[in-house]
């Protein structure tokens, strides 16, 4: 089993809906975990951090639940500038590897 | 200020040859990656500095790659004999104190 795996994809969804992306890790010591942004032929870019209590920036909106070992992100009235490849990034913690789902491709049509 | 910054941005060799990359990381970071990204396929990790720390090789596919971090800032991953399945974007990345990693443009390797 990989130890981060997401929603295979693509996502084709029209703009202005709400899209849901899953992933899930298998290191329970896990204690940080991220989602990263990736435009076609660019780099990762951080997308948001993810807390425990769950947190929102804007459209977006990251959810972790420790138990199942379960991290969303969740866009909400999607814009075309949406569309890129969202990467789930986990950490054992401060000073340790990070690992990186295989990601998620997200296309936002008109 | 500046962002991280890898040389070079292509590179096409042939099979069998040495290859060196280069990473210049965001000055102070402490915390240095190298990953790489075959076409279509999430990133894979190679190699991690961490200060003075001795480096996490837990990554490298094979004793035909390499990497150092001199004086704690710049980075060299070295790739011997290159094979065709080495064709990949080749990723570094740096970090000072929180967890962000900030990412450089890569390097797109290509082996004959």
């Known amino acids: 089993r990989k130890e981060v795996e997401q929603d295979p994809g693509p996502f084709n969804v029209p703009e202005g809906a709400t899209v849901a992306f899953n992933c899930t890790y298998s290191?329970?010591?896990?204690?940080?975990f991220f989602w990263y942004r990736q435009d076609c032929r660019k780099e990762p870019k951080l997308l948001m951090s993810?807390?425990?209590s769950g947190n929102e920036d804007g459209r977006f909106t990251a959810q972790l639940n420790r138990a199942s070992q379960y991290i969303s992100l969740l866009i909400r009235d999607s814009k075309l500038s949406d569309s890129a490849t969202y990467l789930c990034?986990?950490?054992?913690?401060?000073?340790?590897?990070?690992?990186f789902g295989p990601g998620t491709r997200l296309s936002v049509l008109p | 200020g500046a962002g991280v910054s890898q040389s070079p941005s292509n590179k096409v060799t042939e099979k069998g040859k040495d290859v060196e990359l280069r990473c210049d990381p965001i000055?102070?970071?402490?915390?240095l990656y190298w990953y790489r990204q075959s076409l279509g396929q999430g990133l894979e990790f190679l190699i991690y500095?961490?200060?003075?720390?001795?480096?996490?090789k837990s990554g490298l596919p094979s004793d035909r790659f390499s990497a150092e971090r001199t004086g704690g800032s710049v980075s060299t991953l070295t790739i011997q004999r290159t094979q065709q399945e080495d064709s990949a974007v080749y990723l570094c990345?740096?970090?000072?104190?929180?967890?962000?990693?900030?990412f450089g443009p890569g390097t797109r390797l290509t082996v004959l």
């Open positions: 990345a740096s970090r000072q104190f929180t967890d962000t990693q900030y």
């Open positions: 290191n329970s010591a896990s204690q940080s």
């Open positions: 990034v986990v950490t054992p913690g401060y000073g340790q590897n990070f690992v």
């Open positions: 993810v807390y425990s």
């Open positions: 000055s102070g970071h402490t915390a």
């Open positions: 500095f961490q200060g003075n720390s001795a480096p996490d």
